[in-house]
């Protein structure tokens, strides 16, 4: 059996009850750090469920999946995964590849970004199409023009576009708002249909589930030079704002 435990959003304290127990009554118990980063510390989670726990990198999710998968054939294997266990879509082809194979899984879901973002303020209902921001090297582009698209038809219908920043998990690099917003800035000057400038009002969210999560709304201008602290960040470009939105938001304006 394959168990998929979601970690929730800062640490240890965040798995769910059940998690806890499935992961005591496991034979052998993974982690994965690559889709986002957990502010968790491993060996306490070691201690809390009495078992070694062994890291997983992308290849052996991914390429080497079979090998994985061949373990939960006959023994009760935990997979921890930062977040909600099926945000990244990883996830849900380690699950199809499970079930071809006669494998039983089961899903115990926590807390993601997705639901997180509610904190600043905004309506969940009202986002459209989620974007990831690479880092420029990894593309030909500074921003590849789909993505540039997508952003633009968010705007265009009215709705919050969520904008997750690239992570280079083998080298522990996590994009920053500002290098984020320079990608979008570059992009809006080779396409010019105003969609990203330095007069647009951004939300910049971090330390999500966190004691002491991050706020911070305010124009491009006036936020690219800012430091932001502890990664990972998501950048929110809102689209017209409802007035209970504008209301809650004005508290984490930058003057």
């Not at 994985?68 to 082809?93: C, I, M």
């Not at 899903?107 to 990831?132: D, K």
């Not at 290098?179 to 105003?194: R, S, T, Y």
């Not at 990664?231 to 409802?242: E, G, N």
Request: charged share 30%; proline share 4%; hydrophobic share 40%.
């Amino acid at each position: 059996m394959l168990t998929l435990i979601g970690l929730g959003l800062w640490n240890e304290e965040d798995i769910v009850l059940r998690g806890f127990r499935k992961a005591r009554n496991a034979d052998t118990v993974y982690i994965e750090f690559y889709t986002s980063k957990w502010h968790g510390n491993i060996k306490k989670l070691e201690r809390m469920i009495g078992k070694e726990i062994k890291i997983l990198n992308r290849e052996d999710l991914e390429e080497k999946s079979s090998e994985f998968l061949e373990e939960a054939k006959d023994k009760k294997v935990v997979l921890f995964v930062p977040g909600d266990p099926l945000v990244a879509t990883t996830h849900s082809s380690l699950l199809t590849d499970a079930k071809k194979r006669g494998i039983k899984t089961e899903i115990i879901h926590n807390a993601s970004i997705y639901s997180a973002i509610a904190e600043t303020g905004l309506h969940i209902y009202r986002f459209g199409v989620t974007i990831t921001i690479p880092f420029p090297e990894k593309t030909s582009d500074q921003l590849p023009l789909s993505t540039y698209e997508r952003i633009r038809v968010n705007k265009k219908r009215d709705l919050h576009t969520l904008l997750l920043l690239d992570v280079i998990s083998e080298k522990e690099r996590y994009m920053e708002p500002n290098e984020g917003m320079q990608v979008l800035l570059n992009a809006e000057e080779k396409m010019g249909k105003d969609v990203f400038t330095e007069d647009t009002e951004i939300v910049v969210f971090s330390r999500a589930g966190s004691e002491n999560p991050l706020i911070i709304f305010g124009k491009v201008k006036d936020l690219i030079n800012k430091g932001f602290g502890e990664p990972p960040f998501v950048i929110i470009l809102p689209a017209r704002l409802h007035f209970s939105e504008s209301e809650y938001l004005e508290f984490f304006r930058v003057k």
